[in-house]
């Protein structure tokens, strides 16, 4: 298992997966791991307030988009937030985040029937 940074692979081990979720757990045995601000409870989170998506679309490392909270969604394993910004191939794994830096998901997928159709997987309920 590796983190690829600016084309670098660097060592990490695979804690956990759930590919039925998209989901898995690494830990890097290279990379300094800041935390986040805080993680928002999803019964907080407002549709229509900012949010932006971190991630890595197509390779492109760190990329930000703004978007706002479109809708609020629950699935069989877990709660989703809806966003407009955006998420694409690469991006699975990365933050959407609101103004202040607190976590609202892990970025999951598109739905591709439509546009702006873009969802994480709820912070809190990422870890379960």
Known sequence: VQIMENGRGHEAVLIHDDYSEDKCFIRSLVLKVRPVANVQDFKNIQQGEEAYSIGAPLGY???????????????????????????????????????????????????????????????EDFWR
């Open 61 to 123: 490392n760190r990329s930000i988009a703004k978007g706002v909270i479109s809708g609020k969604h629950i699935g069989k394993k877990s709660r989703y937030v809806q966003t407009t910004a955006s998420i694409s191939p690469g991006s699975s794994g990365g933050g959407l985040f609101d103004n202040k830096g607190n976590l609202l998901g892990i970025t999951t997928f598109t739905d591709t029937r439509g546009q702006n159709l873009n969802f994480a997987i709820a912070a």
